[in-house]
Nanobody, 122 residues
Framework: QLQASGGGLVQAGGSLSLSCVAS????????MAWFRQAPGRQREFVGA????????FYADSVKGRFTLSGDSADNTVYLRMNGLRPEDTAVYYC?????????????????WGQGTQVTVSS
């Protein structure tokens, strides 16, 4: 039900945009989030936004560099990543949960996309 795309290889300081299309899940009544998982590490929260609009919430490690936005007409959430660093290298997953409450833990999300690789070279 979630299809993520947009990953790739970029040099440090560069930018990438990820998108996540939700099928069969109304964005307007859901929370959409991005997590990432680097090799040998736990899956960690990146950011989340209510599909109905409002502020997005970010992990401290990406605050000021990453921006979440949503398009309820297309049922799509975008993650714009600027100022990328080698430590941002990971597989990025979009996730969703029904309802308005934003959660920061992976276990609170019921729906997951397949993941897209982001690699930042130094």
């Amino acid at each position: 039900q979630l299809q993520a795309s947009g990953g790739g290889l970029v040099q440090a300081g560069g930018s990438l945009s990820l998108s996540c299309v939700a099928s069969g899940l109304p964005l307007s009544s859901s929370v959409m989030a991005w997590f990432r998982q680097a090799p040998g590490r736990q899956r960690e929260f990146v950011g989340a936004i209510r599909g109905s609009g409002g502020n997005a919430f970010y992990a401290d490690s990406v605050k000021g560099r990453f921006t979440l936005s949503g398009d309820s007409a297309d049922n799509t959430v975008y993650l714009r990543m600027n100022g990328l660093r080698p430590e941002d290298t990971a597989v990025y997953y979009c996730a969703a949960r029904r309802g308005p409450v934003i959660h920061y833990t992976r276990y609170s999300y019921n729906y997951w996309g397949q993941g897209t690789q982001v690699t930042v070279s130094s």
